[in-house]
């Protein structure tokens, strides 16, 4: 389940810390008391940033860096659909395990195609969730913001 | 290996419990240092059961019929035997119940609904520690909310003990209940008891102590702890989940009310009103869990055939031997007694910055079972600014060895995530 792409993102995390944002949220995993405080920035339907400050496992830690990395700068539908498609690996339960679909679903997920591993485990689904649901509530309260 | 005093014979031990020869992760075999939140059980308890259902099992107290009075006579011979275990002045004062939490609500809710001078109300307070576990505090807390009473508490010291120093200004006249954890579960520490039953009868308090991590581990004496309530639990203590125990005075289940109603607590029923059977029945509403019970009582006959000083003696030099070796690993922090007195037998430590969770994950790799999380018992980890522990818990099974592993393991966790 420790593959070397989230070992990499728990030393070396991408974009962390907290810079402006449209919309602030706090998401908890009670479970292992894994915390995260995310922000987005939209430009339009473009995702500007994405920042954020937490404390967790390397799961949770390493998930939210690979996040950065994967949505920063995409459409926000293009960023939608890559979240549902890791939520979607995330609840395989390690069921997606043949090359092909594995590979197919790296031309979406890229290096969170990693975390496959992790959803043979169940409670460390949450932890690798954490923030991109936070990401997804963030964005739902950003867009409501901009409507307003 | 080493020899270290007062260590129990494990290797006939181990052979009483067959899922300690069970291998995981490819053929490690697996090393179970999680007994504070559940034991193993050993082959008497499982036939126990097993002997139950295949030859006595039909419905307690009711039915004139052989199979009901050979229930009947193995469900309350099992009452007998715990009574003994703690013992306990009257086999009318052991209270079966699902668990623990459940006989710590059913105190909570009892002085909720009883009259004066038991009634807990807006007037009154009530005392617990930062140290309980979740079910030792949110009973309370929910009694708290719905009479208008005071929840006060007493604090920790920065080496995990009870700060007792504001002892008689959290313990008052207006205080009607001290509830405490006799060994916590997440710090290992063993509680002065004399010092607060000594206070609370002062102030004429009830005092009820969770004794979960307690009766499976030493000598457990109701008697001599001078306790109103004494509540644990059967798994822990390798017996089978769903039977806990309350030990109450007879004469505060005499005058208490019932919590929860139904068939088998009662006296006599109509459509207007009931009256309710003697303690311990009147607080066992409904079919209780029989085979759990029976399970329970012949797994006190194993621990007591084995002596519960003697697995004292085990887990505390197993305890020392373990605190020692894990101060030799590079920037663990034991969270709790850093020495084995006045301590019980889990151990929580943090590991530099790696969390819990990667500690426990890659130690489980390696076949190595302990917990991670908050225990249940998150304002301890509130207090020493942690977000969680990695606890390894000893049990009469566990060995130096098991220690010796767990020490290897934690090396090998702080080169995998360095």
Not at chain 2, 239 to 264: A, H, N, S, Y
């Amino acid at each position: 389940m420790y593959q070397d792409v989230i070992l990499d993102h728990y030393k070396h995390p991408h974009g962390r810390g907290l810079r402006a944002g449209d919309a602030e949220v706090h998401h908890v995993n009670p479970t292992c008391g894994d915390e995260i405080t995310l922000r987005v920035k939209l430009a339009g339907q473009t995702v500007e940033d994405v920042s954020y400050e937490g404390q967790g496992c390397s799961i949770s830690q390493a998930s939210a860096s690979v996040l950065n990395e994967l949505l920063v700068g995409k459409e926000l539908p293009e960023a939608q659909r890559i979240q549902e498609q890791f939520l979607e690996l995330m609840q395989s339960r390690g069921r997606i395990e043949r090359d092909e679909d594995l590979a197919a679903m790296e031309e979406v997920l890229e290096d969170a195609v990693a975390f496959a591993g992790v959803s043979k485990y169940p409670a460390r689904v949450k932890c690798a969730l954490l923030s991109w649901m936070a990401w997804k509530d963030a964005t739902a309260q950003a867009l409501k913001e901009a409507a307003a | 290996m080493n020899q270290l005093p007062g260590l129990l014979d494990t290797e006939a031990i181990r052979k009483d419990f067959p899922i300690l020869d069970r291998t995981v992760h490819d053929g490690q075999k697996v090393v179970y240092l999680d007994n504070a939140a559940t034991s193993q059980k050993p082959r008497q308890v499982l036939d126990a059961l097993n002997a139950y259902y295949e030859r006595h099992n039909a419905n307690v107290h009711r039915g004139v019929h052989v199979l009901a009075e050979e229930a009947t006579a193995l469900y309350e011979g099992a009452r007998d035997k715990v009574a003994a275990f703690v013992n306990a002045p009257s086999r009318d004062e052991v209270v079966f119940t699902k668990n623990a939490s459940e006989s710590l609500n059913l105190v909570a809710n009892m002085l909720g609904f009883a009259d004066e001078p038991y009634r807990v109300d807006r007037d009154t307070e009530i005392v617990i520690t930062e140290m309980e576990h979740h079910s030792n505090i949110v009973p309370w807390q929910l009694l708290a909310q719905r009479t208008g009473a005071k929840l006060k508490w007493f604090g920790l010291t920065d080496d995990g003990r009870l700060d007792l120093s504001d002892l008689d200004e959290v313990i008052t006249e207006k205080t009607k209940v001290v509830s405490f954890v006799l060994v916590s579960n997440i710090l290992g520490t063993h509680n002065p008891v004399e010092a607060i039953v000594r206070r609370a009868q002062e102030v004429g308090a009830l005092v009820v102590v969770d004794a979960s991590q307690a009766a499976p581990h030493m000598p457990l004496d109701v008697q001599a702890l001078q306790a109103d309530f004494v509540a644990f639990t059967g798994h822990k203590m390798a017996g089978p989940t769903g039977i806990g125990v309350l030990w109450g005075r007879k004469g505060l289940l005499d005058d208490l009310p019932p919590f929860l109603g139904g068939g088998e607590m009662i006296e006599t029923v109509s459509m207007h009103s009931s009256t309710y059977a003697p303690a311990p029945h009147k607080f066992e509403a409904g079919t209780p869990p029989i085979a759990q019970a029976v399970g329970l009582g012949a797994a006190v006959d194993y621990l007591a055939g084995i002596g519960m000083a003697q697995i004292e003696a085990h887990e505390h030099a197993i305890t020392g031997y373990a605190l020692g070796r894990l101060q030799e690993v590079p920037d663990l922090k034991i969270i709790g007694p850093t020495t084995a007195e006045e301590r019980g037998a889990a151990i929580s430590f943090t590991l530099g910055d790696i969390h819990p969770h990667d500690v426990g994950q890659v130690l489980d790799e390696q076949g190595i079972a302990v917990r991670v999380g908050h225990h249940c018992a998150r304002p301890v980890c509130l207090r020493y600014g942690i977000p969680a522990t990695t606890r390894a818990s000893f049990y009469l099974y566990s060995t130096p060895g098991e220690v010796d592993a767990l020490v290897d393991g934690l090396e090998y966790v702080r080169n995998f995530f360095g």
